[in-house]
């Protein structure tokens, strides 16, 4: 799949340096325009770069999508006043942030290292020492968030960290907002009354260590 993947990419870089196509406003092009105007990245850099915008780009809204409907299918009424009279952008809004919180789409950060030493729970960091970043488990951090293991798509505040935190913060959490924002309203309204075809404990979930996300997620009409 990966040797597919820049095939396809590869095509299209070609593609915007062939013409018409050149001028166009999308993501690809200005990745093109700046690896060719201004040398500001290589061939390498932009090849690279472009796969790694794809693929990061999909698998974690899927996830958040995948996560979020299962949390609201297992919630019910909370799912309700995504489409009753409570419904409209703000809650819808906040629904979003909520189900990130809930069940994060990207589990793990990438691994850091610790450039000086520090404490952190009684618990000794030392310089160079590799450290794991669980998101997952910050997102359900009692002494953070009130009734922490609770759904609640009106929370406020809600300061998770499903998009990471600092010079890495994610560059496409507005992107994913907005799919979200989207997806969650639509579906909802479409699936109309749906429950889950099977137990939440027995659906197939992806192998992976740093995302979290379905396999599948099968339904019925209730
Ligand atoms: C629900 C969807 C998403 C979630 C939960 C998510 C989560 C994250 C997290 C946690 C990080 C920080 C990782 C770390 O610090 O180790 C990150 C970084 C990043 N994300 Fe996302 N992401 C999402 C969607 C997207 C999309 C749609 C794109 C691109 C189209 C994207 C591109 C990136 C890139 C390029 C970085 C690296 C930023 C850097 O290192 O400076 N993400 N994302």
């Known amino acids: 799949m990966e040797a597919g993947l820049h095939a396809l990419l590869d095509s299209l870089i070609a593609d915007k340096r062939a013409g018409a196509e050149r001028s166009g406003v999308d993501l690809l092009g200005a990745l093109v325009r700046a690896s060719d105007d201004s ?23 899927m996830n958040l999508i995948g996560n979020g409907m299962l949390a609201l299918l297992r919630h019910p009424g909370e799912a309700a006043r995504l489409t009753g ?3 409209g952008a703000g809650l819808v809004a906040s629904a979003v942030e909520e189900l990130l919180r809930y069940d994060s789409p990207v589990r793990d950060a990438t691994f850091r290292c610790a450039a000086q030493p520090f404490t952190l729970h009684g618990r000794l960091i030392a ?11 910050a997102n359900r951090d009692e002494a953070r968030f009130t ?10 505040p809600n300061d998770h960290l499903a998009f990471g935190f600092g010079p890495h913060f994610c560059i496409g959490a507005a992107l994913a907002r907005l799919e979200g924002s989207v997806a969650f309203p639509l579906l909802l309204e479409r699936l109309g009354p749906v ?18 996300g379905l396999a599948a997620l099968p339904v019925v009409r209730s």
Do not use: C, F, N, Q
């Open 147 to 156: 009734d922490a293991d609770l759904l609640d798509v009106s929370r406020t």
């Open 195 to 212: 429950t889950l075809a099977k137990p939440a404990d027995e659906l197939p979930w992806r192998p992976a260590r740093v995302m979290r």
């Open 127 to 137: 310089e160079g020492d590799i450290v794991s970043l669980l998101i997952g488990s």
């Open 39 to 61: 040398g500001a990245m290589s061939e390498e850099e932009l090849r690279s770069t472009a796969y790694l915008l794809l693929l990061v780009g999909h698998d974690t809204t």
């Open 85 to 87: 009279p409570e419904a």
